[in-house]
């Protein structure tokens, strides 16, 4: 079975840093794409941003750009989101998703459960 | 950035209703539009890819059309297992996701 499995949330101050993880088994890891999309309490799917599948290219929602740093690890099937400076606006349930094919700029075919961010003090 | 816009946000229907929201993109995204459904306490689920192309297994009484800024996701009939958030993507250019649609009960 495919599948993604998020990590790492934690309750974190303002101001802190931490590294989501985000696991891929039952298929090539290398032959897709990967976006993070998050989702504060009660509201709407954002996008943050994507990365592609040899983690040379890398883009970021506003929100995001120059805090939030995306990577990937292939050989580990896995992908990482690496926050700094969170703020309380960051509080969400991040999830981790898969583009159809290698083509970053895609439809997201396979969602993990997410992991909880919550930034409080 | 591409914004998107999805009416209405809360849409009120019985079993059986057709059923019809809106996504309007702020630029031409040449069909590179996606449909996700997401229930309560859970992942979003990809339903309609290439505005109108239904992903493996989802039901025929969902339909997407449009092209261009304008798009559309149908339910012919709607079911039970139907009433949920949906919300519309652009993949043209980075991604943005419009503000949802909640399909809730009469």
């Known amino acids: 079975e495919v599948q993604l499995v998020e990590s790492g949330g934690v309750v974190v101050q303002p101001g802190g840093s931490l590294r989501l993880s985000c696991t891929f088994s039952?298929?090539?890891?290398?032959?897709?794409?990967f976006h993070w999309v998050r989702q504060a309490p009660g509201k709407g799917l954002e996008w943050v941003c994507l990365i592609s599948w040899d983690g040379g290219t890398s883009y970021y929602a506003d929100s995001v750009r120059g805090r939030f740093t995306s990577s990937r690890h292939n050989d580990k099937n896995s992908l990482y989101l690496q926050m700094r400076n969170l703020r309380p606006e960051d509080t969400a349930l991040y999830y981790c998703a898969k583009t159809y094919a290698a083509d970053p700029y895609s439809y997201l075919d396979l969602w993990g459960r997410g992991t909880l961010v919550t930034v409080s003090s | 950035d591409i914004q998107m816009t999805q009416s209405p946000s809360t849409l009120s229907a019985s079993v059986g209703d057709r059923v019809t929201i809106t996504c309007r993109a702020s630029q031409s995204i040449s069909g590179k539009l996606a449909w996700y459904q997401q229930k309560s306490g859970k992942a979003p689920k990809l339903l309609i890819y290439k505005a109108s192309t239904l992903d493996t297994g989802v039901p025929s009484r969902f339909t997407g059309s449009g092209s261009g800024t304008e798009f559309t996701l149908t339910i012919s009939s709607l079911q039970p297992d139907d009433f949920a958030t949906y919300y519309c993507q652009q993949y043209s250019s980075f991604s943005t996701f419009g503000q949802g649609t909640k399909v809730q009960v009469k």
């Open positions: 039952g298929s090539s890891f290398d032959d897709f794409a």
